[in-house]
């Protein structure tokens, strides 16, 4: 081959060596032009699947957010269901409470009434067992009533700081007489240290403890006192009983369980310590018992110790005074509904000298006030009287239209915390029904004797 045809076969195959690589590039450059219309088509169809899903997700949370606005709505309505039921039973409660308490108030106040007109032993010793046997009646009331209201969960504690010494002097006055009565030396040892408890629910446990220790001591003494115990204060009710065998140490807690009781004595049913096991769960306070057969027995109650001091009111200690002095020719403006029970204080009333004006509420009142023309010494007054009155309202409307703050009383079945704190607010005398006629006439006496003499009503 010549020189000339070697150097025309080189210059063709580098240009088809360079055609090649053009092809090559063109080919590449399709294919990527073509991958790319392919991904885009793969995006587009992977767009609307995801925004199908979307729709289907949003879908399915619009029906759960529905189902929990149902739900919620049922939860709320069953919540205010509940709520209105405990508010029923709470009025349910007091009203049966109010109605129970009402005839055996009557009663009491009607039987202390006749007792004064009796003078023969014998009908000194009826008058005593009808006293006893209304005392009983009266405990075991408001025994079950509380025990009603704590299975009810319509009694709540409102823990607050309690002072040990007025507790104590309340207590004190209250057992003293029985413990007089059953010829049993009572000790209570003054404190000045202050827990925390709820005030109501503490003094019903230390009443049980009490009551349950003079009923089954038939000689000897009951004592009551404090010991520090850390950051708690525990307070012990001792007794010289018959003690309690191990066995039956935890069974005298259960309802209408009860121990041996003294001699000719025929109170309680067993519920006594059940209701201070029961308080004292609510409460949060724990409860021991030691005991030794034939020697005696300790119930004791642990409650935490109250970092704030709590003052003792003067007016409190005042209030218990036995000389019933200032009672004759006092007028006494009476607004009770129940007629029972107005008729038997009224009574007693007038046998310690004092001038009666009987209402059934604060219009019949007024209207009595102007009529005579006069002032009363004092008003007595039932907190719950008719068509949704009461009797602060009574006295607060009469002290008003008479321009004097004559001295009120407030008496009531209602053992409620806020009761007592309604009460206290507008700076009345507060009274439990049933009425015990010695604690009347004490505090009525100390509030005439307290007082500038009025303008006769």
């Not at 879908?59 to 939860?75: A, D, F, P």
């Not at 504690?157 to 010829?183: C, D, H, T, Y």
């Amino acid at each position: 081959m010549t020189d000339t045809g070697t150097s025309r076969v080189a210059t063709l195959e580098r240009e088809a060596e360079k055609l090649r690589k053009i092809n090559a590039a063109l080919m590449s450059r399709v294919e990527r032009s073509t991958d790319q219309q392919l991904n885009a088509f793969s995006l587009f169809e992977t767009a609307i699947a995801l925004d199908q899903q979307v729709r289907d997700r949003t879908q399915q949370l619009k029906q759960v957010l529905q189902s929990l606005e149902k739900t919620n709505g049922r939860l709320l309505q069953a919540k205010q269901q509940a709520e209105a039921a405990s508010s029923l039973k709470s009025s349910v409660l007091v009203s049966v409470t109010h109605d129970l308490l009402q005839p055996l108030n009557a009663a009491r106040l009607t039987l202390s009434a006749l007792t004064e007109m009796v003078s023969e032993p014998k009908g000194v010793a009826l008058t005593d067992q009808i006293d006893r046997s209304l005392a009983t009646l009266e405990d075991m009331l408001r025994t079950l009533l509380d025990i009603s209201k704590l299975d009810a969960g319509v009694l709540k504690p409102e823990f607050g700081p309690v002072a040990i010494a007025a507790l104590f002097e309340a207590l004190q006055q209250e057992f003293r007489p029985v413990a007089a009565k059953r010829n049993l030396a009572l000790t209570i040892v003054p404190s000045s240290v202050a827990v925390q408890s709820d005030p109501l629910m503490l003094r019903r446990i230390l009443q049980n403890l009490l009551a349950n220790a003079l009923r089954y001591t038939q000689r000897g003494s009951v004592l009551m006192g404090c010991r520090a115990s850390g950051d708690d204060v525990c307070i012990e009710v001792h007794d010289t009983g018959p003690g309690i065998p191990e066995a039956q140490r935890e069974a005298i807690f259960v309802e209408f369980q009860r121990g041996e009781a003294s001699a000719g004595d025929t109170a309680g049913i067993g519920l006594g310590l059940s209701i201070v096991r029961r308080f004292a769960d609510v409460l949060g306070h724990d409860i021991r018992l030691t005991s030794r057969p034939g020697k005696g027995s300790v119930f004791s109650v642990t409650v935490p110790r109250s970092a704030e001091p709590v003052a003792i009111p003067a007016r409190e200690q005042a209030s218990v005074d036995h000389r019933y002095g200032g009672m004759e020719g006092a007028k006494i403006l009476l607004i009770e509904n129940d007629l029972s029970s107005a008729e038997g204080l009224a009574s007693l009333l007038e046998k310690w000298g004092c001038d009666v004006a009987v209402t059934i509420s604060k219009t019949e009142a007024l209207e009595r006030i102007r009529a005579l023309d006069g002032i009363p010494d004092a008003i007595i007054a039932d907190l719950h009287l008719d068509n949704g009155e009461t009797g602060i309202e009574a006295v607060d409307v009469i002290r008003g239209a008479i321009k004097t703050s004559v001295p009120a009383i407030i008496v009531t079945a209602d053992y409620s915390a806020k009761a007592a704190s309604d009460v206290a607010a507008f700076g009345h005398e507060l009274l439990k029904k049933p009425i015990k006629p010695a604690e009347m006439r004490s505090l009525l006496s100390f509030l005439l004797a307290s007082e500038q003499p009025a303008t006769r009503l």
